[in-house]
């Protein structure tokens, strides 16, 4: 990874794009057990995150995601856009003026990933984006030298994401709805989901 946050632009580009393809039926899928302003949530970040894509690109991989991170929690609204900028912060703040490499990354995303366990007070297991945040997380961890290692991260997305579909809601909106939540993917982890597939297809 180089050591300046300039492959950005593009990044934030591939996240932009697969949220306004698949916006349709992500709005469907909040629609059903949610509030049904997931997409527009996202959007919000996205606009905001491509509107300083440039300066972002000019600086150093701990400053770009600490400043993503606090442009996150400002500008999305609902419980994703706090969870997203503690995830950006955490990484931020695990950098700890270390340089992102292929080598850091993995530990890196894993503190992040933490810090939205203990921000949403959940775990894998409760029909979240964190059922596809935490597979990654543990695939990246795990396979560093896999020869299929980008193919294994998108595969461990789209499972998570689909795990969500028979769970029972237990954080979150969907929880209202108790065993009428199951049936349904959970709306964050299919974005999220599609966001991973989207940033590792720009990055190969
Ligand atoms: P809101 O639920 O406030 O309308 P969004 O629609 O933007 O916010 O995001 C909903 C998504 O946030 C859910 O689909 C779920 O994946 C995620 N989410 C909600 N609560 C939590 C939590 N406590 N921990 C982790 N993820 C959560
Ligand atoms: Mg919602």
């Known amino acids: 990874m180089p050591n300046t946050a300039t492959i950005l632009p593009k990044l934030i580009l591939a996240v932009a794009k697969t949220i306004e393809i698949n916006a349709e039926e992500l709005t469907a899928l909040d629609q059903a057990i949610g509030d049904g302003d997931h997409v527009t949530n996202l959007q919000r970040g996205i606009q905001a995150l491509t509107a300083q894509s440039?300066?972002?690109?000019?600086?150093?991989?701990q400053t770009?995601?600490?400043?993503?991170?606090?442009?996150?929690?400002?500008?999305?609204?609902?419980?994703s856009g706090s969870l997203y900028?503690?995830?950006?912060?955490?990484?931020?703040?695990?950098?700890n003026n270390q340089p992102l490499t292929l080598t850091t990354f993995p530990d890196v995303f894993l503190k992040g990933v933490e810090a939205v366990k203990q921000r949403g007070k959940a775990d894998k297991g409760e029909k979240t984006m964190l059922d596809v945040l935490i597979p990654v997380a543990e695939q990246l961890r795990q396979?560093?030298?896999?020869v299929n290692i980008f193919e294994q991260f998108k595969q461990a997305a789209i499972a998570g994401a689909e795990s969500t579909r028979d769970m029972l809601a237990t954080k979150g909106r969907a929880s209202f709805l108790g065993v009428r939540?199951?049936?349904?993917?959970?709306a964050g982890a299919k974005s999220s989901q599609l966001m991973i597939c989207a940033i590792v297809d720009a990055l190969i």
């Open 54 to 61: 440039e300066s972002l690109s000019q600086l150093d991989w």
């Open 181 to 186: 939540s199951q049936g349904h993917i959970d």
């Open 64 to 79: 770009a995601l600490q400043k993503m991170g606090m442009t996150i929690m400002s500008s999305v609204g609902g419980a």
């Open 85 to 95: 900028g503690t995830l950006f912060l955490a990484m931020s703040k695990s950098l």
């Open 143 to 146: 396979d560093a030298n896999a």
